[in-house]
């Protein structure tokens, strides 16, 4: 597999670890050119030519392309700097979410802010914050995978707008719809990994920690390692 591109490798061996025998020409979800992605012939061309986030967010228009749309108060389509060098990526709205609009504004978004503010020494408005799906699952449930793949060319196509240097998935859901796996997040969480030539560092979700404190210190281990790929010195930390 030595000369093939590093995505394609990262690919291969997840599935070799899945139990993959055989490699299709075209495994489902992937791109043509062989980048795990969203397969841009299935993408509406207004999202794939949507020149900005604004532009973009006129394209999500009031969805009704997945069932969440019947429950949600609001659509949430991510928040932070355009420019941003650093984005997270969550699961999907929570109840303060859907009522507010914003992602990770509740107990699980007060904990990720402090992560970026009281950890990395950042202000919430110098990263961008967005969800794999953009409207609250009734009652909090796990996104189906319909809803994962109705929303995620909006994530892609945000994606490739910001442009971020790194990327940080946050749990399970994030995290294999940007690796396109089924890998445990306990699995996959402190390595470094690549989503489309973006360095992307899985995390535990905020969530998780709230009910399991004790995770904190490794999510603060994975966290340190993102300052130091984006050369933010912890001394610098406010
Ligand atoms: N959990 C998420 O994954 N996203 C949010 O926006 C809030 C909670």
Not at 185 to 203: A, F
Request: hydrophobic residues 40%.
């Amino acid at each position: 597999m030595a000369g093939l591109p590093r995505a394609a490798l990262n690919y291969l061996e997840r599935e070799l670890e899945l139990g993959l025998e055989a490699i299709p020409l075209r495994a489902p979800g992937m791109r043509e050119q062989g980048r795990p992605g969203v397969d841009s012939s299935l993408v509406e061309p207004a999202i794939r030519q949507a020149a900005d986030l604004d532009v973009l967010r006129e394209v999500l228009g009031d969805c009704r392309r997945c069932k969440l749309c019947s429950d949600r108060s609001n659509i949430v389509f991510g928040v932070g700097n355009p420019d941003a060098g650093l984005m997270f990526v969550g699961e999907g709205p929570g109840e303060e979410e859907d009522k507010q609009g914003v992602p990770f504004v509740g107990r699980a978004g007060a904990l990720l802010t402090d992560i970026i503010t009281k950890g990395m020494g950042l202000r919430r408005e110098d990263v961008y914050i967005a969800n794999v799906v953009k409207c609250r699952p009734p009652g909090n449930r796990n996104p189906q995978p319909d809803e994962i793949v109705a929303c995620e060319p909006f994530l892609a196509r945000q994606i490739e707008i910001i442009e971020p240097k790194v990327l940080v998935s946050l749990g399970t859901f994030a995290t294999q719809a940007l690796l396109k796996n089924r890998i445990a997040i306990s699995k996959q969480r402190g390595v470094w990994s690549d989503y489309n030539g973006v360095p992307l560092m899985p995390t535990f979700h905020p969530a998780y920690l709230l009910r399991n404190p004790s995770g904190k210190r490794i999510v603060w281990g994975d966290i340190k390692l993102v300052m130091q790929k984006m050369g933010i010195s912890p001394l610098a930390r406010r």
